[in-house]
Every structure is written in C-alpha cells, then in structure tokens.
C-alpha cells in the first residue's frame, strides 16, 4: 500500500519567515495531494490542495509544489503568522481507490513572535 | 457550511466495555471515514463507507466494527475496549469529489 513520509515533525520559525513542510510518496498512481491543518482541540481542516496535473498551486500565503517524477511534495507558508502555529499533515490519494486518503505523521509548526 | 459532529468529545470506559462512537454529517455525503489519530503516527483509516449499508476495511480494522444504517450517520463500535484502543477518534465525510471533512473528534481513554 501507500506510504506516505513526512518531514519535519516539529519546526519552529520566527513571526514573518517561510516555513516549509515536505512529503514524499511511494505509490506511482496517487494523484490527489492535500494538505490539512489541525488546530488544538480541532479536527483537521483543508487549506489547500493539488492534483497530478499541476506542478505548483497558490492561495495567498500558502503554496503547495508537486513533483511527481521526484514522488514529492511540499507545503510552502510565507510571512508566518502566530495563528498559523498548529499540526499540518499532508495526503495522498490514489486512482480509484474510493476517495481513501493516507496520510503523513504530521508536522507541529510553531510561530514565535 | 458543512458540518460533522460526533457524539463525545470526551469518553472514559473500563476494559472489556462495548463502546459506540457516533458520527452525523448534514450535507448528504455518500463517503464516510473512520480515523484514530496518535502522536507521531499521523492519521490511520479503520473503516470507510461509500454507501448506506456498505462498508470496506481500512488499514487498521481489528477490534473495530462499524455501521451505517442511514446516510447521515456512521458508527464506530469497540466491541470490547482494550487499553490499546485509547487514542483520538475522527470521523469525516466527503462527496463523491476528493475534499474530506472531518468532525472535532472523540478523546477516548480506556482504564
């Protein structure tokens, strides 16, 4: 099945840096790349995602790079933000597999002022 | 907006109890999941249904069951809790398109 790895697990970054998450993949047919943020005491959230057939994608501070030959990846947040501090995973889906997703161990982002 | 509730957010049961973990969405979704959630493991998919009365295994099935007699609701059962099964309960729904949305989540602690 799918593997989906995950890297950092924990990353800190000053107010008004760049941080960047990313995640490689094993199977060759996932074509759905999403990314989901969790607040403290919430469920998961989407904030953006990307199919196989775009290379990057973008919604303000959030971009989302993909590199299918490479199998990776990667969530890109500019201009850090203290409410931006929460637990981002990414996930993959693959080919017709019934909208199941897998998902990566999760990243903690903290933003300190 | 849509939205997924379930039925606790916090649950405390003995070893060897029947625990029933209930999840509804409002907006007609034909999916429906079942995720435990632990640290550094990320999110790990018991079980899923795509249809009333349908459902398949997902990576982590043992010791779980679940059922879906109505569209909008979809539950977990623990037939009987073991101290291993305590974790964070997510249950989430989606269209038949790829977005996934997830309810708050069940802390479920078994003594």
């Known amino acids: 099945g799918e593997n989906v790895e995950q890297h950092p697990s924990t990353l800190s970054v000053q107010e008004g840096d760049s941080a960047v998450i990313k995640c490689t993949y094993s199977?060759?047919?996932?074509?759905?790349f999403p990314w989901y943020k969790q607040e403290l005491g919430k469920g998961p959230q989407l904030i953006i995602d990307i199919r196989s057939n775009v290379g990057e994608k973008k919604d303000q501070r959030i971009a989302v790079t993909l590199n299918k030959t490479a199998k990776h990846f990667s969530l890109h947040i500019t201009e850090t933000q203290p409410e931006d501090s929460a637990v981002y995973f990414c996930a993959t889906m693959g080919y017709g597999t019934a909208s199941k997703l897998t998902f990566g161990t999760g990243t903690r982002l903290q933003v300190t002022l | 907006d849509v939205k997924v509730t379930q039925s606790s957010r916090y649950l405390v049961k003995r070893t060897g109890e029947k625990v029933f973990l209930e999840c509804v969405q409002d907006?007609?979704?034909?999916?429906m999941f079942w995720y435990r959630q632990d640290p550094g493991l990320g999110l790990r998919l018991i079980y899923f249904s795509y249809d009333v009365k349908m459902k398949e295994k997902g990576d982590i099935p043992e010791g779980y069951s679940v059922s879906r007699e109505k569209k909008e609701r979809f539950s977990l059962i623990l037939e009987s809790a073991s101290t291993n099964q305590t974790s964070m309960y997510l249950c989430a729904s989606s269209p038949p398109s790829y977005e996934q949305y997830f309810g708050p989540g069940t802390r479920l602690t078994v003594t």
């Open positions: 199977d060759s047919a996932s074509n759905y």
């Open positions: 907006m007609d979704h034909e999916n």
